[in-house]
Structures are given as C-alpha cells and as structure tokens.
T-cell receptor, first 118, second 116 residues
Framework: AQSVTQPDIHITVSEGASLELRCNYSYGATPYLFWYVQSPGQGLQLLLK??????LVQGIKGFEAEFKRSQSSFNLRKPSVHWSDAAEYFC????????????????FGSGTQLTVLP | DVKVTQSSRYLVKRTGEKVFLECVQD?????MFWYRQDPGLGLRLIYFSYDVKMKEKGDIPEGYSVSREKKERFSLILESASTNQTSMYLC???????????????FGNGTRLTVT
C-alpha cells in the first residue's frame, strides 16, 4: 500500500524567505506525485504534479518540486515566500491503474501548516 | 471553470440520525471522490466512483455508503451518525483523460459535520 509522510506539522517563515516543505512517499513502483494547497475555508487546489520525465517540476504561484527517487522524496520549494502563501500544504501519491496507466486515486499526507511572518 | 458544489457548508446532526451529504459537479467528470479531513491525519478516502452506479471503497468506508445515480451527483450517506464521524468532508471530481491523468482533482469547499 502506498503512504505519504510530511514530517513537519507546522512551519513558520518570514515573508521573502525561502521555503522547503518535505514529503516522503512509499510506493512500489514509479509514483504519481502531487502537491495541493488549502487556504482557510477552501477546498484543495493543485500546485503541481509529477508523472515522469524531468524530475524538477514547476507549478503555479512560483512553486517547484523535485522528485528524488533515491530518497523517495518530493519536496516543495519556493525561493521567496509571500504573505498570501500562508495555508496548509498537502503532498499526495497516486496509485496507478495497471490497465490504463492512469492515476486513479490519491493518498494524502497529513499536511504542513505554513505561517508567514511579516 | 470546474465547479464542485457541496450542498451544505455546516451541518449539525444527532447521534443515530441518517445523514446525506450531497456533491454536484458541472464538468461531466467521470471520477468522483469523498474524503474526510481531520487534523493531523490529512485527507482519507472514504469512497470513490468512476461511473454512474459504480462505487469502490476507499481506505475508511466503515459507517458510510454512497450513491451515484447520475454522473454529476455523488452522495455520501451516514446510515447512523456517530460522534466519531464529526469531521470535515470534502468532495472531489476529476476527468479521466487517456493514459495519464491530466486533469487534477477539483475539490468542493467542504462540509463541516458535527454529530452530537
């Protein structure tokens, strides 16, 4: 069974500082990996996804993530954090439908709450 | 723009009541999902559906059932609500496109259910 670990429950950074949110996964094959963001009172929004190819993927809002197979990690980064980035961030791994190759369902991590100081 | 609408933002129900949570999407998506979100546990999949009248259990189906009579609507049913089902419930949908899932999950804003 697949699983996702986000070791940091809460991270606080100052506005303008760099950010890295950690994500480790467990999955028997090449995973489909995702980062979602949830603003207060909202549903989740996709930031970026990795399916194959280039291990450094770019997403919306200036975020990027790097897939490292040797470390089973998919960490999310942003070079300069804005106050509007304060939210909860979820990493997810997709299971692959063997017949079609598509990601059919996602397993989510427990989330990392980001606080941005002015 | 895809819209996933959950009929209630907040619900308060009593123990033992039958509870219906409704979700409607307007983009003809094949896939629909119900998750519950609890602090420190992230999102856990309850049930999902790939087509009308089709359903599959997720990771925590106990105490829940679902109904998908129409493609755009996916209902979560708590047959006899209990206090441990107090949670935030999130509905999501996605379009299955070809070999690779190009369409992300689109989430509703959630229903916060309190069972007293």
């Amino acid at each position: 069974a697949q699983s996702v670990t986000q070791p940091d429950i809460h991270i606080t950074v100052s506005e303008g500082a760099s950010l890295e949110l950690r994500c480790n996964y467990s999955y028997g094959a090449t995973p489909y990996l995702f980062w979602y963001v949830q603003s207060p009172g909202q549903g989740l929004q996709l930031l970026l996804k990795y399916f194959s190819g280039d291990t450094l993927v770019q997403g919306i809002k200036g975020f990027e993530a790097e897939f490292k197979r040797s470390q089973s990690s998919f960490n999310l980064r942003k070079p300069s954090v804005h106050w509007s980035d304060a939210a909860e961030y979820f990493c997810a791994v997709g299971s692959r439908d063997l017949s079609s190759g598509s990601a059919r369902q996602l397993t989510f991590g427990s989330g990392t709450q980001l606080t941005v100081l002015p | 723009d895809v819209k996933v609408t959950q009929s209630s933002r907040y619900l308060v129900k009593r123990t033992g009541e039958k509870v219906f949570l409704e979700c409607v999407q307007d983009m003809d998506h094949e896939n629909m999902f119900w998750y519950r979100q609890d602090p420190g546990l992230g999102l856990r999949l309850i049930y999902f559906s790939y087509d009308v009248k089709m359903k599959e259990k997720g990771d925590i189906p106990e105490g829940y059932s679902v109904s998908r009579e129409k493609k755009e609507r996916f209902s979560l049913i708590l047959e006899s609500a209990s206090t441990n089902q107090t949670s935030m419930y999130l509905c999501a949908s996605s379009l299955l496109t070809g070999v690779v899932l190009n369409s992300p999950l689109h989430f509703g804003n959630g229903t916060r259910l309190t069972v007293t």
